[in-house]
């Protein structure tokens, strides 16, 4: 490997770190060969204390005589990264000076870590909705303390470019279990931050590896995420598809569970192809499922999504009734991100009945929620529908505001809804 060797790369730069890795400490030798490894963004006292299996203390003042060295910067408390050129001389030193067991190995302790943590911040963010376990080795790995969802938000913020490399590593070093568990505890995060490339990205990694090793669950799972990807970007055949799929291998392993979860998207996407019967069939049988098995976040789902079919046929005041209860599960639960969905949908549903101060009520409700918890996607829905609600009043320029808002977000996301929202702007130009 001689990724330093570049036309224009200066030899003496490479000298100089050749230099100052000979000179180091056995101790700091070892962390830098291991931060090699990891080809994220950045690193912290947790993650070498994860890699080099030492305490976090001893990880933390091994980071900072790197930092001292000038191999590494302190760019923020216990957050450090390296130069273009150093991170290329570590992964070198990484793939010279480790065997192959080695390297695979410390990957496997680096992507054993991040699922440990992601495992913990997604439960936080939304309460978890089936009864996947994640099969991961918590042994003598210390963990950030994380105690509530706007922590885990921060904590997946933060990390995300070193999840995405982790799941990338974990591929690419046939750790086919830990890669497609890692991908599923992400998906919570892509949703509300609005991520819908990366999304498509690391769960067909994760497919690939549940295909690798036969893990019909994790298969089922990993479908029904590209599923999601797909239907947020207006991709509703791709998404019928990856859905029929992963409620096919649900069926076939006979989990309630996972019958449901697949059944309720199933019959979400038939309803927005405009095949209702078979829609609510899904929708009633996954309810009946949640129910049965005391999953009352995911009743409350298939409620919402029972609301959205039954509003397409007109059926207004039932469609309200849905979500209503909907929301108060959500509550309940004290689910956040489903509950300011539920709020989006009270809102659109009272407009069309008329009750517009209602309306505005939900909406600013679900707005509150959205920000607070950093839903993007959810908070574009919501100036969507506040846009929608100005201009059935006659108020254009806030309509125009609102609608800006929720355009910016579906823009980046290459959502389908952009298009509506570019039409109603369009009709607001000469207003």
Same mark, same amino acid.
């Given at each position: 490997?001689?990724?330093?060797?570049?036309?224009?790369?200066?030899?003496?730069?490479?000298?100089?770190?050749?230099?100052?890795?000979?000179?180091?400490?056995?101790?700091?030798?070892?962390?830098?060969?291991?931060?090699?490894?990891? *080809?994220?963004?950045?690193?912290?006292?947790?993650?070498?204390?994860?890699?080099?299996?030492?305490? $976090?203390?001893?990880?933390?003042?091994?980071?900072? #005589?790197?930092?001292?060295?000038?191999? $590494?910067?302190?760019?923020?408390?216990?957050?450090?990264?390296?130069?273009?050129?150093?991170?290329?001389?570590?992964? #070198?030193?990484?793939?010279?000076?480790?065997?192959?067991?080695?390297?695979?190995?410390?990957?496997?302790?680096?992507?054993?870590?991040?699922?440990?943590?992601?495992?913990?911040?997604?439960?936080?963010?939304?309460?978890?909705?089936?009864?996947?376990?994640?099969?991961?080795?918590?042994?003598?790995?210390?963990?950030?303390?994380?105690?509530?969802?706007?922590?885990?938000?921060?904590?997946?913020?933060?990390?995300?470019?070193?999840?995405?490399?982790?799941?990338?590593?974990?591929?690419? %070093?046939?750790?086919?279990? $830990?890669?497609?568990?890692?991908?599923?505890?992400?998906?919570?995060? !892509?949703?509300?931050? =609005?991520?819908?490339?990366?999304?498509?990205?690391?769960? #067909?990694?994760? $497919?690939?590896?549940?295909?690798? !090793?036969?893990?019909?669950?994790?298969?089922?799972?990993?479908?029904?995420?590209?599923?999601? %990807?797909?239907?947020?970007?207006?991709?509703?055949?791709?998404?019928?598809?990856? /859905?029929?799929?992963?409620?096919?291998?649900? !069926?076939?392993?006979?989990?309630? %569970?996972?019958?449901?979860?697949?059944?309720?998207?199933?019959?979400?996407?038939?309803?927005?192809?405009?095949?209702?019967?078979?829609?609510?069939?899904? +929708?009633?049988?996954? +309810?009946?499922?949640?129910?049965?098995?005391?999953?009352?976040?995911? #009743?409350?789902?298939?409620?919402?999504?029972?609301?959205?079919?039954?509003?397409?046929?007109?059926?207004?005041?039932?469609?309200?009734? /849905?979500?209503?209860?909907?929301?108060?599960?959500?509550?309940?639960?004290?689910?956040?991100?489903? =509950?300011?969905?539920?709020?989006?949908?009270?809102?659109?549903?009272?407009?069309?009945?008329?009750?517009?101060?209602?309306?505005?009520?939900?909406?600013?409700?679900?707005?509150?929620?959205?920000?607070?918890?950093?839903?993007?996607?959810? *908070?574009?829905?919501?100036?969507?529908?506040?846009?929608?609600?100005?201009?059935?009043?006659?108020?254009?320029?806030? %309509?125009?505001?609102?609608?800006?808002?929720?355009?910016?977000?579906?823009?980046?996301?290459?959502?389908? /809804?952009?298009?509506?929202?570019?039409?109603?702007?369009?009709?607001?130009?000469?207003?």
């Amino acid at each position: 490997m001689r990724a330093l060797d570049l036309e224009d790369a200066d030899t003496s730069v490479r000298g100089a770190f050749d230099v100052s890795y000979r000179t180091l400490h056995p101790d700091l030798a070892e962390t830098f060969r291991a931060i090699g490894v990891h *080809e994220g963004a950045s690193v912290s006292p947790h993650v070498v204390a994860a890699l080099t299996e030492v305490d $976090l203390v001893t990880a933390r003042r091994r980071l900072r #005589e790197l930092a001292s060295a000038h191999l $590494l910067a302190e760019t923020r408390a216990d957050r450090y990264t390296l130069h273009d050129l150093i991170r290329l001389h570590a992964r #070198e030193i990484a793939a010279t000076e480790l065997t192959g067991q080695q390297r695979t190995r410390a990957v496997e302790k680096l992507v054993n870590y991040y699922l440990l943590v992601a495992d913990r911040a997604h439960r936080l963010i939304r309460p978890p909705r089936d009864n996947h376990v994640a099969a991961v080795s918590g042994e003598g790995v210390e963990i950030p303390m994380l105690a509530s969802a706007e922590q885990a938000l921060r904590w997946f913020d933060t990390e995300w470019p070193n999840l995405v490399a982790a799941v990338q590593l974990g591929a690419a %070093a046939g750790l086919h279990r $830990l890669t497609w568990q890692l991908a599923l505890c992400l998906r919570t995060y !892509v949703y509300l931050r =609005g991520l819908t490339s990366d999304w498509a990205a690391v769960f #067909e990694l994760g $497919l690939r590896a549940a295909r690798a !090793v036969g893990d019909r669950d994790g298969e089922s799972r990993m479908l029904r995420g590209l599923g999601n %990807a797909a239907e947020l970007v207006g991709e509703y055949e791709l998404a019928l598809q990856r /859905y029929v799929e992963a409620h096919t291998i649900a !069926v076939h392993l006979d989990d309630p %569970a996972l019958i449901a979860l697949t059944g309720d998207n199933l019959g979400g996407i038939l309803s927005e192809l405009r095949r209702f019967d078979e829609a609510e069939a899904h +929708l009633n049988t996954s +309810l009946g499922l949640y129910r049965q098995i005391g999953d009352g976040q995911g #009743e409350a789902i298939a409620l919402n999504n029972l609301g959205v079919l039954v509003q397409d046929r007109g059926e207004n005041e039932k469609a309200f009734e /849905y979500y209503r209860r909907a929301f108060q599960l959500h509550r309940d639960g004290d689910n956040h991100e489903d =509950g300011a969905r539920s709020l989006a949908n009270l809102c659109w549903v009272s407009r069309q009945l008329g009750r517009y101060t209602e309306a505005e009520g939900y909406a600013r409700d679900g707005l509150r929620l959205a920000q607070t918890y950093g839903m993007a996607y959810v *908070e574009a829905m919501l100036h969507h529908q506040l846009g929608e609600l100005h201009l059935e009043q006659g108020r254009g320029q806030a %309509a125009r505001l609102e609608l800006n808002l929720a355009l910016a977000v579906y823009r980046r996301m290459r959502s389908p /809804y952009a298009d509506a929202v570019d039409t109603l702007l369009a009709g607001l130009a000469d207003v």
